[in-house]
């Protein structure tokens, strides 16, 4: 019998925690271990952000789920980890703390025979100063309060702008290396649409800023991509909608510093400069949970387990951007030093960025970190779950590798919402870390599976999906059939 | 604002009945490319 524990239940663990209890027998114990008891479908975040779905629509409780399907659930969150165990305990550990319930505040060692960490990653709003949802005018879309939060601060202004106010709204990037620029870019679309459905549009200046050097990088470097019989740079696929519907931009921006209605910024020029707005929504930077690790005689192991994120198959040398290739990029994202722990998801290190890096006048790194986004973290915790049933079958060598410099990824952006107004961009990339030896007079991506399109249809599929995911997460009949 | 997008185009982009077609191509080809299988780089390239 193996005790497999799962810390986190997001896109990652949820998908773990369910491929590994409908293929393990029953004798196998499945825990999760999450501080929040809900699953959210983050992707539709965008559209409580505009009022255009209700929370309740994009989460569901997991407890009665879990309960029914024989997946044990902890209410809590971990805080340190123990491979070797202790003194005391011989099996590896987490220790973990409740949140909630009668057992708020008490710790617990858990043990276990393997570990998936899928803890994603911390909002970390703190690493902008004055940037923290709902202050200052300015606020996020991350989860799904904070996009409620947003919807209802952009219903006062959209109201006030029914009056004759003008108002001058900034969505992008929170910090200089920033990363999901794509859930940016699908919000500043909805609210630009959201603008014109109340017909309030011409009384807004709608501005895009972003870490990015060029508009439509997403933190993959831009993507060449096929657009009906054309071949286009995604930047200029992203210039064409934008200019197509009055958005502005400023690009090369980190974001260092929001006042009440007022963003600081350095720009890769090395110039400090501010915008005011009446309405920002910016995505912070990603970090680590500052996690901190422990051998058996209590010393600290931090480094084996960390660094920021977790570490994994990956090759970590630094190297020039020069040098980077797709192989740097894990394939089991098993940690090195303890093979019995995985990291899917958002949860690994990545080796480097995929943007190329760049640097003000000033020395500051202003380039987005790499796109952590639903579709690979899904693949990942897919791909952990069996080999990790593989191992716990007597196999020796892990046979499912999903490296993202192999593994396409869609992203479909909602740019507008509504059966027959909304629309969609629909970019396809494949692979999703660029392999320039592969595929080297295509910037590194296969044609034929990286395309663009823009259109109703693309609304229509983000909407399906939504439903899809839910029902897949909700682990109704068959759901295993519907993809990562 | 700069109109980047033709009239024709965008008809084409916000009409039902083609977009209910490019709704079944668009589904098909991101399952064939997201669902069409993954894997390692390092062997393959090795």
Redesign the interface.
Known sequence: MSKIVILGAGISGHVAAAHLRRKLSKEHEVLVVSPNSNYQWIPSNIWVGIGRMKSDQILFPLPPLYKKKNINFKQALVTTFHPEGDAETESAFVKIKYVNGQQKGNTENVTYDYLINATGPKLAFDMTEGLNPGTNKAYSVCTYSHAEHAWHALDDLIQQMKQGKKAKILIGTGHAKSTCQGAAFEYILNVEQELRRHNVRDQAEVIWIANEYQLGDFGMDGVLLSYGDNIMKSSEMVE??F????IKWILGAGVNKIEDGIAHYETLDGEYKSETYDFAMLIPAFSGHGFKAFDKNNEDITEKLFKGFMLVDADYTPKPYEEWS??D?P?TYQNPSYNNIFAPGIAFAPPHAISKPRVSKNGTSISPAPPRTG?PSG?TAK?VADNIIDIINGKKDLHH???L??????C?ASAGYGM??G?GV?I?T?PIVP?Y??YPNTQGRKLG?T?G??????H??KF?LHYAFIYKAKMKPFWWLI?? | MTQRISKSKRFFMMNPIIQFFKFIWLSIKIMLVVAGGHGGTRKANS
Not at chain 1, 243 to 246: N, S, V, Y
Not at chain 1, 405 to 410: D, F, R
Not at chain 1, 453 to 458: F, N, P, T
Request: charged share 25%; proline share 2%; aromatic share 8%.
């Open positions: 064409m909608i200019e197509d519907r009055g797709v192989q990029w394939e579709m693949i791909l590798k999903g490296s410099g192999n593994m396409g990824a869609a479909i027959t107004k629309s629909s396809t494949y392999d030896n592969k599976k395309f399109e823009i259109g109703l249809a693309g229509w599929l399906a993809p990562e």
